[in-house]
Structures are given as C-alpha cells and as structure tokens.
C-alpha cells in the first residue's frame, strides 16, 4: 500500500481552476504537518505551501498567495490544495509531502512522498 | 527569502569514488538542511535531514555535515544505483526553499 496519493491533476486552460488530493495511509495522518511541492519538466523542486497537522500553522510560497489555498480533512485522512486563476508557469507535478520533526519539535525534511499528480495548463 | 546554492551543478563520476556536494544558504541556518536522492520518473526521498542525521533505511556510505550557511553531502563509495540527481532544502524558515539540484552521472 503506497502511504501518499495524489490525484485531481489534468489539462486545464489558464485562469481555470483544479483542486488536487492527497489521500494518506499507513501513518498517523492527523499528527502530520504537510507539504504540496512541485516540480516543473526538467526543473528543480519548488515548495508550494505548508500545513500544520490541525490546520493551525499555513504557509505560501509567496508568488503562488491568494491563488493557492491548502487545507485538510483529518478524519478524512486527506490533505487538499485548491489552484485558482492557473497559469502556464503552473504546469508541473504536484507531489504532497509528510514533513519530518526531531529533536524538540525541530522541523525537518519530507520524508514521505506521494508518486505525484501532473497539472498541465495550456490553451 | 534564504537562497540555497549547490555545486557543482553536474558531476561525473565513477562507481566506487568518493564524490561531494556542496550547498550553501545565503543566510544562517544554523543546521536546518536537508538533501534528498531524486531519480528520474520518481519522486525525491529523504537521505539526511538536520544536516548530518541519517534517515532511517538510507545506506552508510551517504554522510552530511556543516553547519550556519555551508553544508556538504558526502557518498562514500559510489553504487551503480546512486546516480541521480541531488536536492539540498532548507526548513530553518518559510518560505522553504531548494537548491537547484546536482546531477550525478555516470563516467
């Protein structure tokens, strides 16, 4: 059973909108602080937005605030990233990350990855 | 923002060396640095995080250390499944942020 899926990622034109999943297992999903990360063709990674594991601590890479918002249902074990006004710079895979504290409440990597969902915006 | 620089930004090499990289953050982040193993088609995985602690499974020959704004990722003994390209990431602060990656080839 793979821990992180993604799913809701398709062909959208720009200024459309798409929500992605993430659908959690194996771990304790409601004591998880999250990421969405994304990664362009043949580019870097890019951290798109944080979440504390009950919703309390959000983050956004600045460029992408007030188009992206992240959210999650525990019970759901779902973790969610709504895209509005979407733009050709957008078009990527979309990964959803489990974030890695130590020590005290350091906080670390992302230590567990979904395979991905692919998000294309073109007209 | 903390920018993240590695280098090199490629890298040949052959299985059996002893190869490094090097990312440095453009302000103080004491030892919040990650780097992480990418190989094409996958998604990242975490080799070591607060900059010299080994995630669990990853193997012995991968090592990292620094600390403030300079930090190196260390393979010992290069293994055909090691070529890859290489991730640095920062979580001292928000926004989180990458290095541009090190590709490691095969010689």
């Known amino acids: 059973e793979v821990p992180l899926v993604e799913s809701g990622g398709g062909l959208v034109k720009p200024g459309g909108s798409l929500r992605l999943s993430c659908e959690a297992s194996?771990?304790?999903?409601?004591?998880?602080?999250m990421n969405w990360v994304r990664q362009a063709p043949g580019k870097g990674l890019e951290w798109v937005s944080y979440?504390?594991?009950?919703?309390?601590?959000?983050h956004y890479a600045d460029s992408l605030r007030g188009r992206f918002t992240i959210s999650r249902d525990n019970a759901k074990k779902s973790l969610y990233l709504q895209m509005n006004n979407l733009r050709v710079e957008d078009t990527a895979v979309y990964y959803c990350?489990?974030?890695?504290?130590?020590?005290?409440?350091?906080?670390?990597?992302?230590?567990?990855w979904g395979k991905g969902t692919t998000v294309t915006v073109s007209s | 923002d903390i920018h993240m620089t590695q280098s090199p930004s490629s890298l040949s090499a052959s299985v059996g060396d002893r190869v490094t990289i090097t990312c440095r953050a453009s302000?103080?982040?004491?030892?919040?640095l990650n780097w992480y193993q990418q190989k094409s088609g996958e998604a990242p995985k975490l080799l070591i995080y607060?900059?010299?602690n080994v995630e669990s499974g990853v193997p012995t020959r991968f090592s990292g250390s620094g600390s403030g704004t300079d930090f190196t990722l260390t393979i010992n003994s290069l293994q055909p499944e090691d070529f890859a390209t290489y991730f640095c990431?920062?979580?001292?602060?928000?926004?989180?942020?990458f290095g541009q990656g090190t590709r490691l080839e095969i010689k």
């Open positions: 990350a489990r974030v890695r504290f130590y020590g005290s409440g350091s906080l670390g990597g992302m230590v567990v």
């Open positions: 194996e771990f304790t999903f409601s004591n998880s602080a």
């Open positions: 979440i504390s594991s009950g919703s309390g601590y959000i």
């Open positions: 302000q103080s982040i004491t030892n919040y």
């Open positions: 607060g900059a010299f």
């Open positions: 990431q920062q979580s001292y602060s928000f926004p989180i942020t």
